[in-house]
């Protein structure tokens, strides 16, 4: 029987995931910043491909930090809610050990291997 999170458990997986939600705005703005600055490229075909190459890296990150980021959100909504640490498709308690890897999970291993599955 996994048990639910104590009120300390709680406050420190709020504190990291608003570090973790800084973090992430900070990436999106240096990413940001790398998509502008790649417009120089040289004349040569190395250069365009490798700046073609770093642009599709920016691009790729970007989307995975702002999938990432909605995670976050919602997680800090279900904190404010009362309803985090619990999976929001089975409503059992989602173990301390899954949020220590992913804190922005709200749903638990079996529920969330099913939705990959589907």
């Known amino acids: 029987m996994v048990e639910e999170l104590t009120d300390e458990q709680l406050q420190a997986f709020e504190r990291r995931l608003k570090t973790l939600k800084q973090d992430l705005?900070?990436?999106l703005d240096a990413t940001e910043m790398n998509?502008?600055?790649n417009h120089q490229a040289g004349s040569d075909s190395v250069a365009r491909l490798n700046a073609v190459q770093e642009q599709a890296?920016?691009?790729a990150s970007r989307?995975?930090?702002q999938s990432q980021l909605r995670g976050v959100l919602k997680a800090l909504?279900?904190?404010d809610t009362g309803d985090y640490g619990f999976c929001q498709q089975c409503d059992e308690p989602i173990p301390a050990a899954r949020l220590e890897i992913q804190p922005e999970s709200l749903l638990c291993v079996r529920c969330q291997s099913r939705r990959e599955s589907a």
């Open 25 to 27: 705005h900070a990436r």
């Open 35 to 37: 998509d502008d600055g």
């Open 57 to 59: 890296m920016a691009t």
């Open 63 to 65: 989307k995975q930090y």
């Open 77 to 79: 909504a279900a904190i």
